[in-house]
């Protein structure tokens, strides 16, 4: 039996700001990706809420800072990487609202362009 994985997409914004992730935080996050890609599942893995069923976010924390990768299963046949970004505390762990906005806005930009 053959395991089809499915293709990693990026828009490119949110491709230029993981590159600037530190290496050891990408690294794990393309490896999650990885699993994603092959439907496996990673501890690391949370639904991001507010959206619905199929946007996720990876989160990683590295010396004192989180890093979030946020992507969606259900926009189109590819997994679609569509923000990556350094969380700086404002509100504890909740994502601050500017965040989900360019997220909400790129995802419906992405469905369009997808139709």
């Known amino acids: 039996m053959t395991r089809l994985t499915r293709k990693i997409s990026w828009i490119k914004a949110a491709e230029k700001d993981f590159l600037t992730f530190p290496t ?3 690294e ?3 490896t999650v990706l990885t ?3 092959d439907g496996q599942y990673a501890d690391s893995i949370k639904p991001l809420r507010g959206f619905g069923t199929g946007v996720f976010q990876i989160t990683r924390r590295f010396q004192t800072d989180t890093y979030r990768t946020v992507y969606g ?3 189109g046949e590819d997994i ?3 923000h990556a970004f350094k969380k700086k505390s404002k509100s504890g762990i909740k994502t601050p609202k ?3 906005n360019l997220i909400k806005s790129r995802i419906k930009q992405l469905k369009v362009q997808l139709k």
């Open 73 to 75: 299963l259900k926009i």
């Open 80 to 82: 679609w990487i569509v």
């Open 28 to 30: 794990n996050m393309e």
């Open 98 to 100: 500017e965040e989900i």
């Open 35 to 37: 699993m994603v890609a």
């Open 24 to 26: 050891v935080v990408r």
